[in-house]
DNA sequence: GAACACTAGATGCACGTGCATTGAATGTCC
DNA sequence: GGACATTCAATGCACGTGCATCTAGTGTTC
């Protein structure tokens, strides 16, 4: 069994992975910091509530479909916060939970800092689809 | 011109790299800590200079073809040598420039962890290679 | 050869992260 | 209903990172 083919392509493909992201990332999170004052973490974060608007969203179905760490999380959302950019509130359903809503100074920082994403994004992801 | 479709799939793909790459890099991390002892920016440095076996590498040469920047990669070679997995040696030609070389134990930490590498690496990558 | 710009790599510092733990609220079992 | 396990989110802590700066060696210009 030549599984030679397969280990190689695999380590081949992690680089081009590790690459890709960390040039657009470190891109990115210049980007974000100079123009707009926030993180990667922080800017995602306030995606993702402004994706599922209107709706109030408790911590951990945030924490659901992202990267970051629970802890992470807390105290990302605790930044924002302190920013005004997002307003915590206690679940009285479950008063263990918080939910997290973005304020209107929120999503006007959050629709400028689109803009620079998009263009981050498009200056390293638009031209080369073959090496995502 | 209709560039929303450019635009949506921007952001999409962008996404997909940000999870696919921490996905693996968190996983990678972990394994590569508790069973080595290293984190993935030391084994990536090692890796590196197993590759070009043989041969003294400068820090610039070594950070050329890495994702970290000058200051990361200079502690974390400091912490390999502290290890004992690689050794500085400063360049008579330039004496500002220091050459990095990989020591016996460091060659035999490697081999080992590739071993790590390459089950994780397997166990994200190898069944989707459409969601790289 | 003295003064000045530049380069290689190390380091002080602030910051974001993960892990482990804590504190509070809920659920469960008897 | 009281004791115990479980869950949600926050926090102490150690650590790796980037930025800016520093030190030392090199190149250049006069």
């Known amino acids: 069994m030549p599984?030679?083919?397969s280990e190689t392509g695999l380590?081949?493909?992690w680089r081009s992975l590790l690459t890709s992201y960390n040039q657009v990332a470190c891109d990115l999170e210049r980007a974000?910091?100079?123009g707009h004052d926030l993180t990667m973490g922080e800017?995602?974060?306030l995606d993702r509530l402004v994706d599922a608007n209107c709706?109030?969203?408790r911590m951990q179905d945030l924490a659901a479909d992202m990267y970051l760490s629970q802890s992470?999380?807390?105290r990302t959302v605790a930044r924002l916060e302190k920013s005004g950019l997002v307003a915590r509130s206690l679940c009285e359903a479950d008063r263990r939970g918080v939910f997290v809503k973005v304020t209107e100074v929120g999503l006007q920082v959050h629709a400028?800092?689109?803009?620079?994403q998009r263009a981050t994004l498009a200056k390293?992801?638009?031209a080369d689809p073959a090496r995502l």
Chains 1, 2 share one sequence.
């Open 55 to 57: 709706e109030d969203r």
């Open 112 to 116: 400028e800092a689109r803009t620079t």
């Open 72 to 74: 992470a999380l807390s």
């Open 32 to 34: 974000l910091h100079d």
């Open 124 to 126: 390293h992801l638009s």
């Open 11 to 13: 380590v081949e493909r």
């Open 3 to 5: 599984r030679m083919t």
């Open 43 to 45: 800017f995602e974060t």
